[in-house]
């Protein structure tokens, strides 16, 4: 069992940076490919970036440039930073851990981190 732990929403201006945190405890950290994913209200739940066990990264097209995802093993936690941040970036930030890829299945969900990207 994984247990994940989202941390650093909050309500900004559009431009601004924001991080957001997951700490994980349980099974072995290291192990996991971390992502995050967000859902903003009425769509649905949309891959964002993800790190792999040996610090591979991956990013959705509407992020890249502007994010930047990586994790500290010894931590036991997955950052992602959010610059250049735009209204449309508005959503419920969700941490995941897979044992293969996020993009394949999610082993395990985070509750959510809000983030509210005003004009």
């Known amino acids: 069992q994984v247990q994940l732990v989202e941390s650093g929403g909050g309500l900004v201006q559009a431009g601004d940076s924001l991080r957001l945190s997951c700490a994980a405890s349980g099974r072995t950290f290291s192990s996991f490919v971390m992502g995050w994913f967000r859902q903003a209200p009425g769509k649905e739940r949309e891959f964002v970036a993800e790190?792999?066990?040996?610090?591979?990264?991956r990013y959705a097209d509407s992020v890249k440039a502007r994010f930047i995802v990586w994790r500290d093993n010894v931590k036991n936690t997955v950052y992602l930073q959010m610059n250049s941040l735009k209204p449309e970036d508005t959503a419920m930030y969700f941490c995941?851990?897979?044992?293969?890829?996020?993009?394949?299945?999610?082993?395990?969900w985070g509750q959510g981190t809000q983030v509210v990207v005003s004009s």
């Open positions: 995941a851990a897979s044992v293969v890829s996020t993009a394949q299945t999610v082993d395990y």
């Open positions: 790190v792999n066990q040996i610090h591979g990264k």
